[in-house]
């Protein structure tokens, strides 16, 4: 749900830039994943058997960066390796998640060991080609075969924090490159991802287990901080989580289904129905008997899309066109119990983030609508957590074209790091 970052500057202090932009096993005990390709050919496909402890490196690999010169060490910002690790789907069972750990060149100057940062990508996809790892060294991916644009534009936070000298982490959450659906905005798995991201970091770098640990993410990305600092507690309470940074949360996906209908990113709605469809069978069922032909068509089409092409396949359609009755999907989700309790558990806010969040969300954002991150912000108080939240005032422009969505980005991406710095430097 971001676009492209270019230049930001604050006071002429610093400046973010975004260029157009073997392993080892740790941990106790072995999983049994259902082999598709051989290892050794294909990264992405886990190897029959892995390790079962959360956190674990499955197996990892070199990858450049932008403007890297391959085999040369020390390379500047940082030394990227592509990493597959052991995370938990929703059930608890083992999954096998792919990501990038990049080991900052610069020095950490700042206060005890070297932080950890897991950034958490804002909406790239749902298919396997768009995983941000895939696009470390060129920030696009094209498939003249779908066709089909990917787009990763984690870069203005990553290279912010590489030149502070933070080891950064960006995951690709559970079923981006890797077997299965990738579950967009399923509460739980985002934040294990999350956590495991960091714990997978540590271990790789040889870290101490209680050096600090922060997130960072806008929109999807947002959410899945947000959901890491509420679980961090319970999920990994070893690790030493300093603090957050969540722009524009999709906090409550029932104030943001419809807010996201008709937009130019309207075909995001698919990417949620999708992952909830994969982890629901009463989800299923409902979609499966309320859909129509071009519903079914739509939501099959978009498991296999990244963000660019479904701004070019659905921009500004509604979902009511993809029912049998007429009905908005939001309209549907209300009128099954059984499915407003699916949307209900993907909520962010039951539980007490354990370290500072800074959080944001924008008045007129016409993709994240504000009154669910209030919401969140009051949860979050109300149980006594150290909320920072800032309400960025950018008025209406040009609604639903997801403008307003990504102005406040521009605004507070700076701030919501410098918040982060300062957390991880105390």
């Not at 994240?368 to 422009?397: C, E, K, S």
Request: hydrophobic share 40%.
């Amino acid at each position: 749900m971001r676009q492209i970052r270019g230049i930001f500057s604050r006071n002429g202090r610093r400046k973010l830039s975004s260029a157009v932009l073997a392993g080892a096993v740790v941990g106790a005990g072995l999983v049994v994943a259902t082999p598709q390709a051989d290892a050794a050919t294909d990264f992405y496909t886990p190897p029959a058997r892995f390790a079962n402890a959360p956190g674990s490196v499955i197996r990892s690999e070199a990858s450049p960066l932008l403007l890297q010169i391959p085999g040369m060490a020390n390379q500047w910002p940082g030394t990227a390796k592509r990493i597959m690790y052991t995370s938990r789907y929703q059930d608890g069972k083992p999954a096998a998640v792919t990501g990038t750990v990049v080991e900052p060149t610069a020095p950490w100057r700042g206060k005890g060991h070297r932080p950890t940062v897991v950034v958490g990508p804002g909406t790239v996809g749902q298919a396997d080609n768009c995983a941000p790892s895939k696009m470390m060294a060129f920030p696009m991916s094209v498939d003249i075969t779908k066709p089909s644009i990917g787009v990763n534009y984690t870069a203005p936070e990553m290279y912010y924090l590489l030149l502070q000298g933070v080891r950064v982490v960006v995951t690709d959450y559970i079923g981006l490159g890797t077997p299965g659906i990738h579950t967009y905005v399923n509460r739980a798995e985002t934040g294990h991802a999350m956590l495991d991201a960091a714990r997978a970091a540590l271990r790789l770098a040889g870290a101490p287990t209680n050096a600090p640990v922060g997130f960072a993410g806008y929109s999807q990305g947002g959410g899945a901080a947000a959901s890491a600092a509420e679980l961090a507690s319970t999920y990994a309470p070893e690790l030493n989580v300093r603090g957050t940074y969540a722009g524009a949360p999709p906090a409550d996906l029932a104030k943001v289904i419809p807010a996201i209908d008709g937009s130019t990113i309207a075909g995001a709605i698919g990417f949620a129905i999708n992952g909830l469809m994969a982890r629901y069978p009463n989800v299923d069922r409902v979609v499966q008997r309320e859909t129509n032909a071009a519903g079914k068509g739509a939501l099959h089409k978009i498991s296999q899309q990244c963000i660019g092409d479904i701004i070019l396949s659905f921009a500004f359609q509604r979902t009511q066109n993809w029912t049998r009755s007429g009905e908005t999907l939001s309209a549907l989700i209300n009128r099954y119990p059984d499915v407003q309790k699916v949307v209900g558990e993907q909520r962010i806010g039951r539980y007490k983030p354990n370290a500072p969040v800074f959080l944001e969300g924008g008045v007129a954002d016409d993709v994240i609508p504000y009154g669910q991150v209030a919401q969140l912000a009051r949860d979050w108080r109300a149980q006594g957590a150290n909320v920072h939240f800032v309400a960025n005032p950018t008025p209406p422009i040009l609604t639903k074209t997801i403008v307003n969505h990504v102005v406040p980005m521009l605004e507070t991406l700076l701030p919501g790091l410098e918040f982060l710095m300062a957390q991880l430097n105390r």
